[in-house]
Structures are given as structure tokens and as C-alpha cells.
């Protein structure tokens, strides 16, 4: 039974992310007292050819900006520069901007030595574009990215006038398999939330499931969108977006209050919805 200290007591919560990826959100859900299934549905690898990334990597200097739009990117970018033998400080110069999409991926910048100019209030990469939409004017940027990127960033990026430089810099993929134990579960609705983090973490579960049946699932078990880009791609699928905590407080605690506050408002059954529903998932209703 949920009590004040264990809010999500009894609460069995799959996340989709890479256990490395999810071990703090885990321990931030498991202290709520939830329990916390792990199904990876997305999995992360570098690019086919390192050719066209490594050309950008030590051309550098032509940059006036590099924008980063998630962790993956800074990794498999900072990885990069290391396996070539080029210092991190490279990165940098007076003159350029180093920006980066919500507090996440600055701190993966910041944790390796990496000044950050910008960090987007916005959280997403088309908000990165606007708040910089003057310093971005007739300037060059870099924007290495999964080559599953949304493309509204880059058209973002072009109608406020830069000279954009898009990079594959790591791939985005399914795992080799899902845990058939748990998809078992997720089927029988013997889960109470689903935490996405992605659109490719909802479509590959989707693909799984088969798309009519995950959309369907929405209205048994309580979906979490982490972002507006994935809540939009969750119900341009059909699904139901429960919960939509935004990536700046999708930190582990802010992820975990997210979900305890849900389950707090009132008494939540699957499929009934304790907060107003979105004007979208309104329309299938």
C-alpha cells in the first residue's frame, strides 16, 4: 500500500531506456517504492562509416556553432574525438557557441571539461533553434545527431538563416530481441505505467506489440512520455499520453515525483486519467 515515504509502493513500472541509461531512474522509482521492470527497446550504435563525422571532427575550426541535442550525441562525439587524438578543447573557441538541449546533455559536456554557452529553456531541439535564432543568423553549425533524428530541428535551424552541417554521429536501433517474459506482461496489462523516452523507444515496443495493440494497451496501462517530441509521436501513433514529464525534470527525482504526483491526485484505475487530457487523445476518445 503507497504510503507518504513510498508513494509508488505496489506500482510496477517498466522503463524502455538502456540499463545504463536507467539504473538512476530505477533507483529513484525503487526508494518510492515502486517496482521497476527493465525492457530496452532502443539500442545505441556508432555510425556505418566514421568517414563523414570524422571529416567534420577535424575541420572544427570552420564552425561558429555546435549544438548538441542529447547525451548519445556528446558520448559518441566526445569517444570520437578521443579515438582520433583530438583534444576536447577543440571544441571550443571565444568566438564559438557550444549549446546543448536540456540539463542532461549539458552536464555530459561539462562533466568532461566542455564549456556550454546555451542550455535551451525549451528542451527540445526546435526550441534550442528559436532561442539562438539571431546568434544562428548566416553562421556555420555543426549538428551531429542519431541518424533517427527529427528533422523539424534542422528545418528550424535553416528558416532562422544558418549554414547547417548535419552529421550522423551514432545510430539508433532495436535491440536483437525483447524479453518475451515481459512483452508477456505488457500484453496482459500486468504493469501499472510504461516510461518512454523516445518516439524510437514507443516504436519499437509498438513493433513488437503490433501497432493497433500498443495503442489500444493506452487505455490499460499508464503511459509516460518523457519530452513533448515524444508525447507528439505517442499519439500521432494512437496511443494515450498519461503522463508528459517534461525533459527538464526528467532527471531520476523529477522523472519519480512526476509519476508519484500522478498516482497522488486521486485514486487512478488503469485507464482513467486523474489529469486533464490532452486535446489530442481528447479527439479519439
Same mark, same amino acid.
Given at each position: 500500500?503507497?504510503?507518504?515515504?513510498?508513494?509508488?509502493?505496489?506500482?510496477?513500472?517498466?522503463?524502455?531506456?538502456?540499463?545504463?541509461?536507467?539504473?538512476?531512474?530505477?533507483?529513484?522509482?525503487?526508494?518510492?517504492?515502486?517496482?521497476?521492470?527493465?525492457?530496452?527497446?532502443?539500442?545505441?550504435?556508432?555510425?556505418?562509416?566514421?568517414?563523414?563525422?570524422?571529416?567534420?571532427?577535424?575541420?572544427?575550426?570552420?564552425?561558429?556553432?555546435?549544438?548538441?541535442?542529447?547525451?548519445?550525441?556528446?558520448?559518441?562525439?566526445?569517444?570520437?574525438?578521443?579515438?582520433?587524438?583530438?583534444?576536447?578543447?577543440?571544441?571550443?573557441?571565444?568566438?564559438?557557441?557550444?549549446?546543448?538541449?536540456?540539463?542532461?546533455?549539458?552536464?555530459?559536456?561539462?562533466?568532461?571539461?566542455?564549456?556550454?554557452?546555451?542550455?535551451?529553456?525549451?528542451?527540445?531541439?526546435?526550441?534550442?533553434?528559436?532561442?539562438?535564432?539571431?546568434?544562428?543568423?548566416?553562421?556555420?553549425?555543426?549538428?551531429?545527431?542519431?541518424?533517427?533524428?527529427?528533422?523539424?530541428?534542422?528545418? %528550424?535551424? +535553416?528558416? /532562422? &538563416? *544558418?549554414? !547547417?552541417?548535419?552529421?550522423?554521429?551514432?545510430?539508433?536501433?532495436?535491440? @536483437?530481441? #525483447?524479453?518475451?517474459?515481459?512483452?508477456?506482461?505488457?500484453?496482459?496489462?500486468?504493469?501499472?505505467?510504461?516510461?518512454?523516452?523516445?518516439?524510437?523507444?514507443?516504436?519499437?515496443?509498438?513493433?513488437?506489440?503490433?501497432?493497433?495493440?500498443?495503442?489500444?494497451?493506452?487505455?490499460?496501462?499508464?503511459?509516460?512520455?518523457?519530452?513533448?517530441?515524444?508525447?507528439? %509521436?505517442? +499519439?500521432? /501513433? &494512437? *496511443?494515450? !499520453?498519461?503522463?508528459?514529464?517534461?525533459?527538464?525534470?526528467?532527471?531520476? @527525482?523529477? #522523472?519519480?515525483?512526476?509519476?508519484?504526483?500522478?498516482?497522488?491526485?486521486?485514486?487512478?484505475?488503469?485507464?482513467?486519467?486523474?489529469?486533464?487530457?490532452?486535446?489530442?487523445?481528447?479527439?479519439?476518445?
Amino acid at each position: 500500500m503507497a504510503s507518504v515515504e513510498k508513494p509508488l509502493a505496489g506500482k510496477r513500472i517498466v522503463l524502455t531506456r538502456a540499463p545504463e541509461q536507467a539504473r538512476e531512474w530505477a533507483r529513484a522509482l525503487e526508494q518510492m517504492g515502486a517496482e521497476v521492470i527493465l525492457l530496452p527497446t532502443v539500442a545505441f550504435a556508432p555510425p556505418e562509416d566514421w568517414r563523414l563525422l570524422d571529416e567534420q571532427l577535424r575541420r572544427l575550426d570552420v564552425f561558429d556553432a555546435i549544438l548538441f541535442l542529447s547525451k548519445n550525441a556528446v558520448r559518441y562525439v566526445l569517444e570520437r574525438l578521443n579515438q582520433l587524438g583530438i583534444k576536447f578543447e577543440m571544441l571550443q573557441s571565444p568566438n564559438r557557441i557550444i549549446a546543448a538541449v536540456g540539463p542532461g546533455t549539458a552536464g555530459a559536456l561539462t562533466a568532461q571539461g566542455v564549456r556550454v554557452d546555451h542550455v535551451a529553456e525549451g528542451r527540445t531541439g526546435e526550441a534550442l533553434a528559436g532561442e539562438l535564432r539571431q546568434s544562428l543568423k548566416g553562421r556555420k553549425v555543426l549538428l551531429p545527431r542519431s541518424d533517427k533524428g527529427d528533422d523539424r530541428v534542422l528545418h %528550424a535551424l +535553416r528558416e /532562422a &538563416g *544558418a549554414e !547547417v552541417t548535419e552529421v550522423i554521429a551514432y545510430r539508433t536501433t532495436t535491440p @536483437a530481441s #525483447l524479453d518475451p517474459a515481459i512483452v508477456g506482461r505488457i500484453r496482459r496489462a500486468d504493469v501499472d505505467a510504461i516510461v518512454f523516452a523516445s518516439p524510437s523507444a514507443y516504436h519499437n515496443l509498438s513493433d513488437a506489440l503490433g501497432p493497433a495493440e500498443a495503442a489500444a494497451l493506452s487505455s490499460r496501462v499508464h503511459f509516460v512520455a518523457i519530452g513533448p517530441t515524444t508525447a507528439r %509521436a505517442m +499519439r500521432q /501513433a &494512437g *496511443a494515450r !499520453v498519461e503522463i508528459e514529464a517534461s525533459e527538464a525534470s526528467a532527471g531520476a @527525482a523529477g #522523472l519519480a515525483a512526476s509519476i508519484a504526483k500522478f498516482y497522488g491526485s486521486a485514486h487512478v484505475p488503469a485507464g482513467k486519467r486523474a489529469l486533464p487530457e490532452h486535446p489530442e487523445d481528447r479527439q479519439r476518445t
